[in-house]
Protein backbone atom coordinates (compact mmCIF):
# COMPACT_ATOMS: atom_id res chain seq x y z
CA UNK A 1 0.00 0.00 0.00
CA UNK A 2 1.10 3.52 -0.82
CA UNK A 3 2.24 5.60 2.49
CA UNK A 4 0.35 8.94 2.61
CA UNK A 5 1.18 12.06 4.47
CA UNK A 6 -1.38 13.80 5.80
CA UNK A 7 -0.61 18.08 6.82
CA UNK A 8 -3.32 20.16 8.93
CA UNK A 9 -5.07 17.89 11.73
CA UNK A 10 -8.15 20.64 13.01
CA UNK A 11 -11.69 20.27 12.72
CA UNK A 12 -11.97 18.26 9.45
CA UNK A 13 -8.45 16.77 8.88
CA UNK A 14 -8.53 15.01 11.70
CA UNK A 15 -11.58 12.88 11.14
CA UNK A 16 -10.64 12.42 7.04
CA UNK A 17 -7.47 11.26 7.90
CA UNK A 18 -9.03 8.74 10.70
CA UNK A 19 -10.47 6.78 7.82
CA UNK A 20 -7.49 6.60 5.51
CA UNK A 21 -5.65 5.22 9.21
CA UNK A 22 -8.65 2.48 9.51
CA UNK A 23 -8.08 1.53 6.14
CA UNK A 24 -4.23 0.14 7.27
CA UNK A 25 -2.97 2.48 5.28
CA UNK A 26 0.73 3.93 6.82
CA UNK A 27 0.41 7.85 7.66
CA UNK A 28 2.51 10.18 8.58
CA UNK A 29 0.86 13.32 9.99
CA UNK A 30 2.33 16.99 10.63
CA UNK A 31 0.26 19.80 12.40
CA UNK A 32 1.45 23.47 13.77
CA UNK A 33 -0.06 21.85 17.39
CA UNK A 34 1.05 18.22 18.21
CA UNK A 35 -2.03 17.95 20.46
CA UNK A 36 -4.29 18.39 17.49
CA UNK A 37 -3.25 15.91 15.82
CA UNK A 38 -2.53 12.89 19.21
CA UNK A 39 -5.92 11.05 18.83
CA UNK A 40 -4.41 10.30 14.98
CA UNK A 41 -0.87 9.07 16.48
CA UNK A 42 -2.96 7.13 19.25
CA UNK A 43 -4.30 5.10 16.61
CA UNK A 44 -0.90 4.46 15.02
CA UNK A 45 -0.08 7.41 12.89
CA UNK A 46 3.28 8.54 12.21
CA UNK A 47 4.68 11.89 13.64
CA UNK A 48 7.03 14.39 11.14
CA UNK A 49 8.23 17.32 12.79
CA UNK A 50 7.48 19.54 9.21
CA UNK A 51 5.64 19.64 6.23
CA UNK A 52 9.13 18.95 4.11
CA UNK A 53 9.55 15.40 6.47
CA UNK A 54 5.49 14.52 5.35
CA UNK A 55 6.87 14.51 1.86
CA UNK A 56 9.97 12.73 2.47
CA UNK A 57 7.82 9.54 4.40
CA UNK A 58 4.95 9.47 1.56
CA UNK A 59 3.75 8.66 -1.52
CA UNK A 60 0.83 10.83 -1.73
CA UNK A 61 0.10 14.06 0.68
CA UNK A 62 -2.79 15.46 1.71
CA UNK A 63 -3.60 18.79 3.05
CA UNK A 64 -5.72 20.63 4.70
CA UNK A 65 -4.86 24.10 6.21
CA UNK A 66 -6.64 27.39 6.69
CA UNK A 67 -6.08 29.71 4.27
CA UNK A 68 -3.66 30.25 0.93
CA UNK A 69 -0.80 31.37 1.96
CA UNK A 70 -0.68 28.25 4.71
CA UNK A 71 -1.49 26.02 1.60
CA UNK A 72 1.46 27.28 -0.51
CA UNK A 73 3.80 27.12 2.37
CA UNK A 74 3.26 23.27 3.69
CA UNK A 75 3.25 22.32 0.28
CA UNK A 76 5.54 24.49 -2.24
CA UNK A 77 7.84 26.48 0.57
CA UNK A 78 10.77 26.01 1.53
CA UNK A 79 10.45 23.47 3.63
CA UNK A 80 7.11 22.84 2.34
CA UNK A 81 5.83 18.87 0.99
CA UNK A 82 7.68 19.11 -2.65
CA UNK A 83 11.26 19.53 -1.20
CA UNK A 84 11.48 15.87 -0.56
CA UNK A 85 8.59 14.07 -2.34
CA UNK A 86 9.67 11.17 -4.40
CA UNK A 87 9.62 12.05 -8.63
CA UNK A 88 6.04 10.06 -9.15
CA UNK A 89 4.55 11.50 -6.04
CA UNK A 90 1.16 13.65 -5.63
CA UNK A 91 0.39 16.84 -3.82
CA UNK A 92 -3.90 16.81 -3.13
CA UNK A 93 -4.79 20.05 -1.28
CA UNK A 94 -8.41 19.74 0.27
CA UNK A 95 -8.57 23.35 1.52
CA UNK A 96 -10.56 25.80 0.24
CA UNK A 97 -8.11 27.68 -1.47
CA UNK A 98 -7.41 30.22 -4.71
CA UNK A 99 -7.62 28.43 -8.29
CA UNK A 100 -4.61 30.29 -9.36
CA UNK A 101 -3.06 28.51 -6.66
CA UNK A 102 -3.95 25.35 -7.18
CA UNK A 103 -2.84 26.13 -10.66
CA UNK A 104 0.61 26.80 -9.64
CA UNK A 105 1.25 23.91 -7.10
CA UNK A 106 0.40 21.57 -10.12
CA UNK A 107 2.84 23.26 -12.49
CA UNK A 108 5.78 23.22 -8.98
CA UNK A 109 4.62 19.65 -8.82
CA UNK A 110 5.08 18.53 -12.65
CA UNK A 111 8.50 20.68 -12.87
CA UNK A 112 10.18 17.74 -9.89
CA UNK A 113 8.41 15.20 -11.99
CA UNK A 114 5.01 14.97 -9.70
CA UNK A 115 1.43 16.07 -9.78
CA UNK A 116 -0.73 18.38 -8.22
CA UNK A 117 -4.62 18.24 -7.43
CA UNK A 118 -6.84 20.07 -5.67
CA UNK A 119 -9.78 18.48 -4.00
CA UNK A 120 -11.71 20.89 -1.58
CA UNK A 121 -14.78 19.55 0.18
CA UNK A 122 -17.87 20.20 1.50
CA UNK A 123 -20.07 18.60 4.27
CA UNK A 124 -18.56 20.31 6.99
CA UNK A 125 -17.86 18.73 10.38
CA UNK A 126 -20.39 16.11 10.40
CA UNK A 127 -19.35 15.00 7.07
CA UNK A 128 -15.78 14.70 7.48
CA UNK A 129 -16.43 12.69 10.95
CA UNK A 130 -19.17 10.48 8.83
CA UNK A 131 -17.13 9.96 5.62
CA UNK A 132 -20.24 11.39 3.67
CA UNK A 133 -18.33 14.71 2.36
CA UNK A 134 -18.65 15.69 -1.53
CA UNK A 135 -15.30 15.95 -2.89
CA UNK A 136 -14.34 18.32 -6.06
CA UNK A 137 -10.69 16.68 -8.07
CA UNK A 138 -9.06 19.02 -10.13
CA UNK A 139 -6.29 17.10 -11.70
CA UNK A 140 -5.07 15.43 -14.62
CA UNK A 141 -7.00 11.60 -15.17
CA UNK A 142 -3.88 9.55 -13.88
CA UNK A 143 -3.52 11.10 -10.86
CA UNK A 144 -7.37 11.17 -9.76
CA UNK A 145 -7.48 7.71 -10.80
CA UNK A 146 -4.54 6.88 -8.22
CA UNK A 147 -6.20 8.79 -5.20
CA UNK A 148 -9.67 8.38 -6.16
CA UNK A 149 -9.34 4.88 -4.11
CA UNK A 150 -8.46 7.22 -1.04
CA UNK A 151 -10.77 9.98 -1.46
CA UNK A 152 -13.76 7.49 -1.66
CA UNK A 153 -12.95 6.56 2.52
CA UNK A 154 -13.50 10.39 2.89
CA UNK A 155 -16.49 11.24 0.59
CA UNK A 156 -19.84 9.98 -0.16
CA UNK A 157 -19.73 12.26 -3.62
CA UNK A 158 -16.72 12.45 -5.98
CA UNK A 159 -16.45 14.40 -9.14
CA UNK A 160 -13.81 15.01 -11.36
CA UNK A 161 -14.00 18.32 -12.32
CA UNK A 162 -11.24 18.54 -14.97
CA UNK A 163 -7.34 20.13 -14.86
CA UNK A 164 -5.88 21.85 -11.96
CA UNK A 165 -7.72 24.96 -10.38
CA UNK A 166 -10.94 23.46 -11.43
CA UNK A 167 -11.55 21.67 -7.92
CA UNK A 168 -11.17 24.81 -6.09
CA UNK A 169 -13.75 26.56 -8.79
CA UNK A 170 -16.38 23.96 -8.36
CA UNK A 171 -16.12 24.55 -4.43
CA UNK A 172 -16.37 28.74 -4.70
CA UNK A 173 -19.69 28.00 -6.90
CA UNK A 174 -20.94 25.67 -3.70
CA UNK A 175 -19.73 28.78 -1.13
CA UNK A 176 -21.92 30.80 -3.62
CA UNK A 177 -25.09 28.74 -2.92
CA UNK A 178 -24.17 28.08 0.66
CA UNK A 179 -23.44 31.28 0.96
CA UNK A 180 -27.12 32.46 -0.16
CA UNK A 181 -28.57 29.12 1.89
CA UNK A 182 -27.33 30.75 4.97
CA UNK A 183 -29.14 34.27 4.69
CA UNK A 184 -32.32 32.27 3.86
CA UNK A 185 -32.22 29.99 7.27
CA UNK A 186 -31.71 32.66 9.27
CA UNK A 187 -33.67 35.40 7.99
CA UNK A 188 -36.62 32.94 7.85
CA UNK A 189 -36.10 32.14 11.74
CA UNK A 190 -35.46 35.56 12.84
CA UNK A 191 -38.61 36.36 10.74
CA UNK A 192 -40.39 33.64 12.55
CA UNK A 193 -39.39 34.56 15.76
CA UNK A 194 -40.21 38.27 15.53
CA UNK A 195 -43.98 37.21 14.19
CA UNK A 196 -44.33 35.60 17.53
CA UNK A 197 -44.90 32.44 16.21
CA UNK A 198 -42.75 29.28 17.94
CA UNK A 199 -40.15 28.88 16.20
CA UNK A 200 -39.29 25.30 16.59
CA UNK A 201 -42.58 24.18 16.33
CA UNK A 202 -42.42 26.43 12.59
CA UNK A 203 -39.19 24.56 11.28
CA UNK A 204 -40.57 21.20 11.74
CA UNK A 205 -43.52 22.16 10.04
CA UNK A 206 -41.04 23.28 7.36
CA UNK A 207 -38.01 21.56 7.12
CA UNK A 208 -38.94 18.34 5.11
CA UNK A 209 -40.81 20.37 2.57
CA UNK A 210 -39.20 22.80 -0.47
CA UNK A 211 -38.61 25.31 2.49
CA UNK A 212 -36.07 22.91 4.40
CA UNK A 213 -32.64 22.53 3.41
CA UNK A 214 -29.38 20.46 4.78
CA UNK A 215 -28.47 24.34 6.11
CA UNK A 216 -32.04 24.61 8.17
CA UNK A 217 -32.16 21.02 9.29
CA UNK A 218 -28.86 21.18 10.68
CA UNK A 219 -27.53 24.51 11.32
CA UNK A 220 -31.46 25.74 11.75
CA UNK A 221 -31.75 23.47 14.78
CA UNK A 222 -28.14 24.59 16.61
CA UNK A 223 -29.42 27.89 16.26
CA UNK A 224 -32.89 27.41 18.03
CA UNK A 225 -30.29 25.79 21.08
CA UNK A 226 -28.19 28.85 20.90
CA UNK A 227 -24.84 26.55 19.88
CA UNK A 228 -22.94 28.83 17.85
CA UNK A 229 -19.91 25.99 18.13
CA UNK A 230 -18.21 26.36 14.31
CA UNK A 231 -18.93 23.19 11.91
CA UNK A 232 -17.65 26.19 9.71
CA UNK A 233 -15.99 28.41 10.95
CA UNK A 234 -16.87 32.54 10.43
CA UNK A 235 -12.99 33.46 9.38
CA UNK A 236 -13.00 30.56 7.09
CA UNK A 237 -16.05 31.50 5.18
CA UNK A 238 -14.35 35.24 4.83
CA UNK A 239 -12.18 33.93 3.02
CA UNK A 240 -13.99 31.48 0.80
CA UNK A 241 -16.07 34.17 -0.26
CA UNK A 242 -13.29 36.81 -1.03
CA UNK A 243 -12.46 33.89 -3.06
CA UNK A 244 -15.30 33.68 -4.74
CA UNK A 245 -15.33 38.15 -5.49
CA UNK A 246 -11.73 37.23 -6.57
CA UNK A 247 -12.85 34.94 -9.40
CA UNK A 248 -16.11 36.97 -10.08
CA UNK A 249 -13.72 39.80 -10.83
CA UNK A 250 -12.12 37.29 -13.55
CA UNK A 251 -14.80 36.39 -15.13
CA UNK A 252 -16.57 39.08 -15.11
CA UNK A 253 -19.31 38.75 -13.14
CA UNK A 254 -21.56 40.86 -10.62
CA UNK A 255 -23.30 38.54 -7.58
CA UNK A 256 -24.76 40.81 -5.77
CA UNK A 257 -25.97 38.02 -2.97
CA UNK A 258 -22.58 36.94 -2.80
CA UNK A 259 -21.22 40.31 -2.02
CA UNK A 260 -24.15 40.97 0.54
CA UNK A 261 -23.17 37.98 2.28
CA UNK A 262 -19.79 39.29 2.29
CA UNK A 263 -20.19 42.44 3.43
CA UNK A 264 -21.89 40.88 6.68
CA UNK A 265 -20.21 38.36 7.69
CA UNK A 266 -17.07 40.99 7.21
CA UNK A 267 -18.66 42.65 9.59
CA UNK A 268 -19.16 39.85 12.23
CA UNK A 269 -15.51 39.19 11.54
CA UNK A 270 -14.64 42.37 12.83
CA UNK A 271 -16.83 42.27 15.90
CA UNK A 272 -14.48 39.73 16.76
CA UNK A 273 -16.79 36.71 16.04
CA UNK A 274 -14.89 34.70 13.52
CA UNK A 275 -14.30 31.80 15.73
CA UNK A 276 -18.42 31.28 15.27
CA UNK A 277 -19.91 28.97 13.25
CA UNK A 278 -21.48 30.52 10.15
CA UNK A 279 -24.70 29.97 11.90
CA UNK A 280 -24.20 33.01 14.06
CA UNK A 281 -25.01 35.60 10.99
CA UNK A 282 -28.60 34.74 12.88
CA UNK A 283 -27.43 37.16 15.45
CA UNK A 284 -25.89 39.89 13.44
CA UNK A 285 -28.92 40.30 11.13
CA UNK A 286 -31.08 40.66 14.35
CA UNK A 287 -29.09 43.24 15.39
CA UNK A 288 -28.81 44.83 12.12
CA UNK A 289 -32.23 45.63 12.99
CA UNK A 290 -32.58 46.66 16.40
CA UNK A 291 -33.60 43.36 17.63
CA UNK A 292 -32.50 40.55 19.81
CA UNK A 293 -31.94 36.70 18.84
CA UNK A 294 -33.16 34.91 21.65
CA UNK A 295 -31.86 32.07 20.84
Given at each position: ??????????????????????????????????????A??????????????????????????G????????????????????????????????P???E??????????C??????????????????????????????A?V???L????????????????????????????????????S????Q??????????E????G???????????????????A??????????????????????????????????????????????????????????????????
Amino acid sequence: MEHIGWIGTGVMGRSMASFILKAGYRLTVYNRSREKAQALLDAGAHWADSPREVGAASDIVFSIVGYPRDVEDVLIGENGALAALKPGGILCDMTTSSPVLAERIAAAAAARGCAGMDCPVTGGDVGARKGTLSIFAGGDAASFARVRPLLELMGKTIMHCGPAGQGQRAKLANQVAIAGVMFSTCESLLFAQEAGLDVRQWLEAVVGGAAGSTAMNTLGRRVLDGDYAPGFFIDHFVKDLGLCLEECRRMGLILPGLAAADQLYRTLQAQGHGQNGTQYLVRGLAELCGKQWQG
